[in-house]
């Protein structure tokens, strides 16, 4: 183990998808809008009554931080839908929403091969849990070119659960070979945090997604404004 492995505080980092990598209302915020135009048929009412069941300002083409679809898996996005659409199977919505999802038109919080590569050199082992699928999540990474340089990817549907339940963090520590409290969870939203403490891991909130500092403070060692502010915290 080098000097900077043994001064650092972590060996490995697990990073949320949406929010944390990507900023979360430049790239789904964005997505969600035209989501509803599409659904709604531009039917102004039934817009609003989707936008209402989502918790999505129309006005503002954002969502509100009370959002249900923040932290939710697809198909819990989709049965939140799926209440302003009782004519549409959820299974349906469920394979629009993957299918748009992704081709989503993403926007990195930092510039992230280079940012990963940095982190990579340093030894760090680097994955990625998101309440995503885990086809959307590859996809996603794929997309922004950066999918290789993660060791573990993993989404709600990937057979280790989904956050807040610290199962799926625990399976990165597992596939790493990694103490969880030589690990850092980070994540935009409370279900981050919780399971990263669950897991008995170290925790930063990022101000990337919806929530404010003063709702992930009490969840956090450190709220950091993106990740980019990541290897200085960590000593990397």
Same mark, same amino acid.
């Given at each position: 183990?080098?000097?900077?492995?043994?001064?650092?505080?972590?060996?490995?980092?697990?990073?949320?998808?949406?929010?944390?990598?990507?900023?979360?209302?430049?790239?789904?915020?964005?997505?969600?809008?035209?989501?509803?135009?599409?659904?709604?048929?531009?039917?102004?009412?039934?817009?609003?009554?989707?936008?209402?069941?989502?918790?999505?300002?129309?006005?503002?083409?954002?969502?509100?931080?009370?959002?249900?679809?923040?932290?939710?898996?697809?198909?819990?996005?989709?049965?939140?839908?799926?209440?302003?659409?009782?004519?549409?199977?959820?299974?349906?919505?469920? &394979?629009?929403?993957?299918?748009? #999802?992704? *081709? !989503?038109? $993403? @926007?990195? /919080? +930092?510039?992230?091969?280079?940012?990963?590569?940095?982190?990579?050199?340093?030894?760090?082992?680097?994955?990625?849990?998101?309440?995503?699928?885990?086809?959307?999540?590859?996809?996603?990474?794929?997309?922004?070119?950066?999918?290789?340089?993660?060791?573990?990817?993993?989404?709600?549907?990937?057979?280790?659960?989904?956050?807040?339940?610290?199962?799926?963090?625990?399976?990165?520590?597992?596939?790493?070979?990694?103490?969880?409290?030589?690990?850092?969870?980070?994540?935009?939203?409370?279900?981050?945090?919780?399971?990263?403490?669950?897991?008995?891991?170290?925790?930063?909130?990022?101000? &990337?997604?919806?929530?404010?500092? #003063?709702? *992930? !403070?009490? $969840? @956090?060692? /450190? +709220?950091?404004?993106?990740?980019?502010?990541?290897?200085?915290?960590?000593?990397?």
């Amino acid at each position: 183990m080098t000097l900077a492995a043994q001064t650092r505080r972590a060996d490995g980092i697990l990073f949320d998808k949406d929010g944390t990598l990507f900023d979360f209302h430049a790239t789904w915020s964005v997505w969600a809008h035209g989501v509803i135009s599409d659904l709604g048929q531009n039917d102004t009412a039934l817009m609003q009554r989707i936008a209402d069941a989502a918790d999505y300002d129309l006005a503002q083409r954002r969502f509100r931080p009370t959002s249900p679809i923040i932290a939710c898996t697809n198909r819990e996005a989709a049965e939140c839908l799926a209440r302003a659409l009782p004519l549409r199977a959820v299974e349906e919505i469920e &394979t629009y929403l993957t299918r748009t #999802a992704a *081709l !989503a038109s $993403l @926007a990195p /919080a +930092v510039p992230l091969a280079p940012y990963l590569e940095g982190l990579a050199l340093a030894g760090l082992r680097l994955g990625v849990m998101t309440n995503d699928t885990e086809q959307g999540a590859r996809a996603h990474l794929d997309a922004a070119g950066v999918a290789e340089h993660f060791h573990f990817i993993a989404g709600f549907d990937s057979g280790h659960g989904a956050k807040p339940s610290p199962a799926p963090l625990l399976a990165f520590a597992s596939a790493m070979a990694l103490d969880p409290a030589r690990i850092v969870m980070v994540g935009d939203s409370a279900h981050d945090l919780i399971a990263g403490r669950a897991a008995g891991m170290q925790t930063i909130g990022v101000l &990337t997604g919806p929530a404010q500092e #003063a709702d *992930l !403070a009490p $969840l @956090a060692d /450190a +709220v950091l404004p993106d990740i980019g502010h990541i290897p200085g915290w960590l000593g990397a």
